[in-house]
Each structure stands twice: as C-alpha cells, then as structure tokens.
C-alpha cells in the first residue's frame, strides 16, 4: 500500500510542475497578443489605402497591366499558406492547412495547377512528410514577423504571376491564413490577391453602365502599377502575417489555459486516490495493531492457565 502512495505523489509533483508550466505560457501568450493586436491595427490604414489606390489605377485607366488583368483561361495559381513555427497551439495550423487543402481541391477543380508557398515549420513539416512539392518556404518569424519578412516572402510571387505559365508563372496568387475575430475566435481562410478584383460596388457601378472617375496617371498608368502592386502585395501579406501572429497567441494562451485547467483537474484526482490509498494504509496498519494485541492477549491468558 505504501509504493502506491508513493506513486500518487510523484504523478502529484509531475503534474504540478506541467502545470506551472503551461500557466507560465499562457500569461506568456496572454502578454503578446495585445502587442499583436496593436500592430494589426497600426498596419490596417496603410494597408486599406494602397489597396483603394491600386483599384483606382486599375479602373481608372483603360492599360492592361499583367497583375490587374484576368488571364483568358488560368491554368497555374500559387497559394501562399502560413502556418506556426512552433507547436502547442490547439488546432491553429491545422486549421490552415485545412483551409489550402480545401482551396487547392477547389483550384484543382477548375483545371489549374497549384505552386505552394509556405511559412511556418509546421507546415513545411506537413508537405515535407507526405513528400509534396513546395515550390519555396519561409521559418523562423511567425510569432513576430516584421515588414522585411512580407518583402522576402513578396518577391518570387511577383516574380511568378509576372511570369509566363510556359515560364514556371502563374495567372492567380492566392493566401491562406488565420484572420483574427477576437480573443475566443480565430478564423482559417483564403483570399485571392492577384489578379486584383473590383470592388462589389464598383462591379455595379460598371454593369448599370455609369461612368466611373478618370485619372490622369505621370508618367503612365502601367509605371503608376509597377510601382504601387508590389506594395500592395506585400501590404497584405504583412497584414496576414500580423494577423496570424495574433491568432497563434491567441490559440496558445487558450491552449494552455485548457491544459492547465485539466492539470488542476488532475491533481483533484490524483490527491483523492492518494488520500484513499493513505486511509486505506493507515486501516491496514490499525488492524495489524489490533491484531497483534489480541494475539498477545491471548497467549498471555494461556500462559497463566
């Protein structure tokens, strides 16, 4: 009876220490989101505003720029997916690998081929264990990515939709990433960036036949484009990556607030079977006791006859 209690409370120390543990990440992770939040935030205006200045060249001008202009018959699209570097993280990543795995079914589908692009170990991981083609990847920077980051990431799929599809290019850039809702909801979804869309309103405007503005454009619309579309790319997938950043830790801290909870839980449990196991021990001894008594008892009685 006494090594099953000594079992109990070596499962008590192990299970306490995974406990504080799991709290120190979850204040941690409690800590980064705020500054995670405040980048998304602060990188929002600039990033609305670029958008709203490359739309108003790409229907302002009547030039047929190669990242504004649909391809006649899209036959090859690249997916940028961004997944964590580091683990413990509920489903965070493989919610997004979810989501490009939907996305590349739907792509596949319609007849296109699909270049995969992907941040985060944990996804390099995936493609790499089912020993799939990832035409480039990026680690090391998920939970704290800096602008420098978007611009590495930006530049070969620039350089892929500028491409001819007979070259190694492709017609459509597409990203998969965790948009952040809020502390308790983290959402995996998948956007098309290039070529750029019109707005639902200025389709609209369009169909009903209205005259949308003119702009004069120096020195022309299509040098106006090569300068403002990389920017533009590379805005969003800034913004994606704060964003995803903010949901990482998010996930984390609930995570770890799950796991901290069942190890309290847990220690309940097992403090229980130990008190049970100790009152058990101590009966055992008591009747031993007792039983030693009257056995003495009884030959002391003898003895005297």
Do not use: C
Request: charged content about 25%; aromatic content about 6%; hydrophobic content about 40%.
């Amino acid at each position: 009876m006494g090594a099953q209690l000594r079992v109990y409370k070596r499962r008590i120390q192990a299970v306490t220490a995974t406990k504080k543990i799991t709290k120190a990440m979850e204040m941690i992770a409690a800590s980064r989101i705020v500054k995670a939040q405040r980048k998304v935030a602060a990188s929002m205006p600039y990033a609305t505003e670029l958008t709203r200045a490359v739309t108003a060249v790409a229907t302002g001008s009547n030039t047929n720029h190669p990242l504004t202009t649909e391809a006649e018959a899209p036959a090859r699209a690249a997916v940028l997916l961004l997944t964590s570097d580091r683990g413990l993280a509920g489903g965070y990543s493989s919610n997004a690998i979810k989501a490009a795995e939907r996305l590349r079914e739907r792509l596949a589908a319609e007849g296109k081929e699909v270049d995969t692009y992907i941040v985060g170990r944990k996804g390099v991981a995936y493609y790499g264990f089912r020993e799939r083609k990832v035409s480039e990847s990026w680690t090391g920077f998920t939970d704290s990515p800096e602008y420098s980051d978007a611009k590495k990431i930006a530049e070969p799929l620039i350089e892929a939709i500028q491409k001819d599809t007979a070259e190694g290019g492709v017609d459509e850039l597409h990203i998969v990433f965790t948009e952040f809702v809020s502390m308790m909801t983290q959402n995996a979804v998948d956007g098309r960036m290039l070529p750029l869309s019109l707005d639902k309103g200025e389709e609209e405007s369009t169909e009903k036949g209205e005259i949308l503005p003119l702009f004069e454009f120096e020195p022309s619309a299509e040098d106006v484009l090569d300068a403002l579309l990389p920017r533009y790319v590379e805005s969003r997938i800034y913004n994606a990556l704060l964003q995803a950043a903010a949901s990482e830790h998010a996930a984390r801290r609930r995570a770890m607030k799950s796991a901290t909870d069942n190890a309290g839980d847990l220690i309940k449990s097992l403090s229980r079977l130990a008190n049970a196991a100790r009152q058990a021990e101590i009966t055992q001894e008591i009747s031993e006791i007792v039983g030693g008594a009257g056995a003495l008892a009884d030959a002391s009685a003898g003895s005297d006859k």
